[in-house]
């Protein structure tokens, strides 16, 4: 039955490139959430009014954050080839992937989560210094707790926008299904790789949207 | 308990230099609640927030059990932060947590082993009459219970103050009693000192000790609470003080009717504690020639005694009534007399 409609499918590469781009999927969401907070909470504490009010460094930080959110994504990979090649000794496979993922999304994210800050209740950080809460507390036992809702809903967003980066950069060779569906479905003309490889990809991005409402949704008691 | 010395805060404002604060003298004694009361604009949130140092004094000292706040910083700021709780008129809880998490917030942060945490917030829980809603969200309670939990949050740390900012604006009426009678409570049974801050005379009336009227960041008038309301000195102050004794356009009426009897006089006599108590107006009129015709009354509790207002007309021989209102005033009873036409 598979064979007959899709006679050009190896399911074994098709299995293997899958499991490629969950991975790079799934490393680079870890990374982008991570470093993404904090971007965003250095872009939000050192805002003006707020308890790290800095100029100089949140100048620096947005100016970064803006420009790397700018850059359309293949750029991005072909600019960061000599950093990438510098940290991961390879400009092949899915790990050389990463560093592009992680350096174009989480500058994305960051903007995000400084959004997400920017609507917690002021009076709540107010309370929490009444009681004597230091920096560090309020971060940890207010801003963040309180905006995880958005932080979620905000990787769920930025995890989907990964999945079509990992694609991109499969075509210059990090692997997964869009190296697939290049190589396999569209050079050498098997229009059936690339449908099955476009279907993985979308069945991949709707459970991802599925997980991120199931958890936004359990964690948002407002 | 609590001084403030020349306490003075400015902003920089667009439009110039704002004195939010101007020259704040206030000594408020241990056990005692004491209430500031304005106007919104008044400059009292800002007073509010200087006895915690969330806004720094730009001249003056905060002491609180002697020890001068406004030279502390940093880690020891935070510390003494914990012996001075806050309640505010928004509440304040943080949604993520439940009643129970909210109440634990503050041990939390001072430190406390989780043990003695949950025996504490167990202790809070009974305390604030929250039973049966410790592991409810704040958005599944009502307004009242949030500030029941704001409050037993603000408890948790045993503070020597209670700083509470409008902790009963954002409530209707009868919630605000309740909320009110569990701050008596409180005070009476921790000892604890409260400072309050509102623009509702009932507040200051119903819990408060001594009050401080503020207008344009300066302290006006300030004294014991019947004092205040026997005798306001300031124009503002008889405002606040007219906010509990008149339904509405009572002034209309003593006027329509001081010119109806020109023969007579209308009069408003004020009674504070035993006065209040003692048959004042049978024994005018055993004694002297005149007519009493009682217009309307009222009569309040507050923390020191009860306190009444009673709107009469006086009618007979102007003599009589002369010789009746000095009997009255020679037994403390505070004598208005509306013109006579």
Same mark, same amino acid.
């Given at each position: ?29 870890? @990374? ?77 994210? @960051?903007?995000?989560?400084? +959004? ?32 995880? &809702? ?16 990992? @694609? ?22 098997? &229009? ?8 993985? +990809? ?21 | ?41 008044? !400059? ?15 001249? !003056? ?44 917030? %503050? ?51 045993? %503070? ?62 300030? !004294? ?118």
């Amino acid at each position: 039955m598979l064979e007959q409609w899709f006679p050009n499918v190896d399911w074994e590469k098709m299995w293997e490139a899958t499991v490629q781009t969950l991975y790079m999927t799934a490393i680079s969401v870890v @990374a982008t959430f991570i470093l993404g907070i904090i971007l965003g909470l250095l872009l939000f504490l050192t805002a003006p009014g707020n308890r790290w009010e800095n100029k100089v460094i949140n100048f620096i930080i947005a100016s970064f954050v803006n420009v790397f959110r700018s850059i359309p994504f293949i750029i991005l990979i072909i600019l960061l080839i000599p950093f990438t090649v510098w940290l991961m000794k390879s400009m092949l496979g899915a790990n050389a992937a990463l560093p592009a993922l992680i350096v174009g999304a989480a500058p994305f994210y @960051a903007r995000m989560v400084e +959004i997400a800050l920017r609507e917690v209740d002021k009076g709540v950080i107010e309370a929490s210094q009444s009681m004597g809460a230091n920096d560090w507390e309020i971060i940890y036992k207010v801003l963040l707790p309180e905006s995880m &809702p958005a932080l979620v809903s905000g990787i769920t967003v930025t995890a989907i926008a990964l999945v079509s980066y990992t @694609a991109m950069a499969g075509v210059v060779g990090a692997g997964g299904l869009g190296n697939l569906a290049y190589l396999e479905g569209y050079q050498r003309s098997n &229009p059936d790789v690339t449908l099955v490889a476009t279907v993985i +990809i979308l069945l991949i991005v709707f459970i991802l949207q599925i997980i991120g409402d199931v958890i936004t949704r359990s964690l948002d008691k407002r | 308990m609590i001084t403030l010395k020349g306490l003075h805060k400015t902003f920089n404002a667009k439009s110039g230099v704002v004195k939010a604060v101007d020259d704040v003298n206030i000594e408020i004694e241990k056990g005692e609640i004491f209430g500031i009361i304005g106007y919104s604009g008044a !400059g009292k949130s800002t007073l509010i927030r200087m006895l915690n140092l969330l806004e720094r004094p730009t001249d !003056g000292t905060v002491s609180i059990d002697g020890m001068d706040l406004s030279r502390l910083k940093g880690k020891e700021l935070r510390k003494a932060r914990q012996e001075i709780s806050m309640v505010f008129q928004h509440f304040n809880l943080l949604w993520s947590r439940t009643v129970k998490e909210n109440i634990a917030f %503050p041990l939390e942060i001072a430190g406390v082993s989780s043990t003695e945490r949950k025996k504490r917030v167990d202790e809070l829980v009974k305390l604030v009459g929250l039973e049966g809603r410790e592991n409810a969200y704040p958005s599944q309670l009502s307004g009242g219970q949030k500030q029941r939990v704001g409050i037993a949050r603000a408890l948790a740390n045993n %503070p020597k103050v209670l700083l509470c900012d409008e902790a009963t604006s954002a409530l209707d009426p009868k919630t605000t009693d309740s909320i009110l009678d569990l701050l008596v409570d409180i005070n009476k049974q921790l000892g604890l000192t409260i400072v309050l801050i509102t623009h509702e005379m009932h507040v200051i009336r119903k819990i408060c000790h001594r009050v401080a009227v503020m207008e344009n960041g300066r302290i006006v008038e300030q !004294g014991h609470v019947l004092e205040v309301f026997q005798n306001p000195k300031e124009d503002i102050t008889r405002d606040f003080v007219n906010q509990l004794a008149d339904p509405g356009d009572i002034h209309k009426t003593l006027d329509h009717l001081a010119e109806e009897y020109p023969e007579g006089k209308v009069v408003n006599l004020t009674f504070v504690q035993e006065s209040a108590e003692k048959p004042l107006i049978s024994d005018v009129l055993r004694k002297f020639a005149v007519d009493i015709n009682i217009l309307q009354g009222k009569i309040s509790q507050t923390q020191e005694g009860a306190y009444g207002k009673l709107s009469v007309l006086l009618q007979g021989e102007e003599k009589d009534i002369q010789e009746a209102i000095a009997y009255m005033e020679s037994h403390h009873v505070g004598v208005e007399v509306i013109q006579n036409a």
